[in-house]
């Protein structure tokens, strides 16, 4: 199958030399997209700035910055995919204006004004078809209720549900909840084991029975 799987975080520009992100390693991403080339997928990683190296099987590596990036890529390869496993860490804000030049220290408060950026995964939603969709939730209370609401809200066949603590580990645990309302408590574990049981559950949705 043609897997498409994000990851690592986006980065938001504030001017020249100073941006909006998050914690993301990538990870997670990175041993997802691992684990489906392993597994004999042919798979697009799509990756926000992160250090890693491209793991060996990936067929192709997009790399993205900004959360508009991102939705480009998706527009162009989800289409053709069979499998998204959405776990880049999506900014959910942008500054509403990019500065040209290096902003100056001032005396006194500044304030930063901030616009929404897309939601991506429910941006696809309307155009899912038969494809499958997996999404991650980083929550760090009411986990599970969270969790739950963004699958149902994002159109997702499955929600692996994160703690803040995984991130930048190379262990961690994971609850998966699927469509159907089973949820399974993976880990603790490497995140090689943990995606692999992703990348499985995948094809299971996929090609049921
Ligand atoms: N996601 C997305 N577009 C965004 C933000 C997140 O597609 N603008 C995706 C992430 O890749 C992840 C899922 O949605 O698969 C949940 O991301 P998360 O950050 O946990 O949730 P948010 O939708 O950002 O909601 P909140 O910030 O309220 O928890």
Redesign the pocket.
């Known amino acids: 199958m043609r897997f498409v799987v ?1 990851a690592g975080p986006t980065r938001e520009p504030l001017d020249p030399v100073r941006y909006l992100s998050n914690a993301s390693s990538g990870r997670m991403g990175f041993a997802l997209a691992e684990a489906a080339a392993r597994r004999g997928h042919e798979v697009v990683l799509v990756a926000g700035p992160v250090a890693l190296e491209t793991p060996s099987g990936v067929a192709r590596r997009l790399d993205v910055v900004t ?1 508009r990036d991102l939705q480009g890529v998706l527009a162009e390869e989800v289409p053709s995919c069979d499998v998204l496993l ?5 900014c ?1 804000y942008r500054p509403v204006e990019v500065v040209e030049h290096k902003i100056k220290r001032e005396p006194g408060v500044w304030q930063l004004t901030l616009e929404p ?6 941006e696809l939603a309307p155009r899912k078809g038969d494809r499958i969709f997996i ?5 760090s209370e009411n986990g599970e209720v ?1 969790a739950r609401a ?1 699958l149902e809200r ?1 159109g997702l066949d499955a929600i692996a549900l994160n703690a803040p603590a995984n991130i930048g580990r190379s262990t961690g645990r994971l609850t998966v909840i699927r469509r159907d309302g089973e949820t399974l408590e993976q880990g603790p574990a490497s995140k090689a084991v943990l995606a692999e049981g992703l990348v499985r559950l995948a094809e299971e949705l996929a090609s049921p029975g």
């Open positions: 994000t959360a959405m776990c880049a860490a999506v959910d950026n897309p939601d991506l995964l429910a999404g991650f939730a980083l929550e969270n963004k994002k």
